[in-house]
């Protein structure tokens, strides 16, 4: 069983080792959350998405991070640019005939030893189990975790240097901010909403374990731990 962790940030912190003056690039960076934590860290954080809408909430929430639109199979920057790289939940939104080209292209702009710690989600866990209603993964976070593993067998672009599990346990006030959370990480889902919210509900009511607050749902993630071959 994945050990719970209180914090996905400081676990990716803890596999990047000191940032204080390394630039970092965080590839799928969503609304800039963990590029924010680790500029607090002192890292000098570039952050790139594909989705505009994306890149203009984490330029609203954090302004002086340096936010560009770029998708992880065609990164806009030089090789060896960066002392660092991190994909937090991003892997599995590539799609998937750009898989293998993305990592190449983490590895590209990486410099030699420097860590690249991709973490992606497994499709299991009662936050995977209740979301699969409105899009179920399963295949796609799959392939992500085989893209990985291909990406770093021999003769890949990337070398292995651990993989570890971990569980993170994420708080909601009820089904509504768990619905929200969902279309936020991809308005496309908003449209099949409608037809899925029914059995989003159920298997909510059904899965998540009640807090004072509201309830939690568990989603286990894997961490590689990388670098450049």
Do not use: K
Not at 68 to 91: H, I, K, T
Not at 104 to 131: K, N, S, Y
């Amino acid at each position: 069983m994945a050990r719970r962790a209180a914090d996905t940030a400081a676990e990716i912190l803890a596999a990047l080792g000191p940032v204080a003056g390394r630039g970092i690039l965080d590839v799928g960076c969503g609304h800039g959350r963990l590029s924010a934590a680790l500029a607090r860290q002192g890292a000098r954080m570039i952050a790139v998405d594909p989705d505009g809408a994306a890149v203009a909430a984490a330029r609203q929430a954090a302004p002086d991070l340096r936010v560009e639109q770029a998708g992880a199979e065609a990164l806009p920057f030089p090789d060896a640019s960066f002392d660092g790289v991190v994909m937090l939940n991003s892997l599995h939104h590539v799609p998937r005939e750009s898989l293998a080209a993305a990592l190449a292209e983490i590895a590209r702009v990486a410099t030699p030893d420097a860590p690249i710690v991709i973490v992606e989600p497994l499709a299991e866990g009662t936050f995977f189990d209740a979301m699969r209603p409105l899009e179920d993964e399963t295949a796609i976070r799959a392939a992500a975790q085989a893209a990985l593993d291909e990406a770093s067998a021999d003769g890949g672009p990337l070398v292995l240097e651990s993989v570890e599990e971990f569980e993170r346990v994420e708080p909601f006030r009820d089904v509504e901010q768990f619905l929200e959370r969902l279309v936020a990480v991809d308005p496309a889902r908003r449209s099949a909403l409608p037809a899925a919210r029914g059995e989003v509900e159920r298997l909510f009511a059904e899965l998540s374990e009640p807090t004072a607050l509201g309830a939690t749902l568990r989603q286990p993630l894997r961490m590689h731990r990388l670098r450049r071959a």
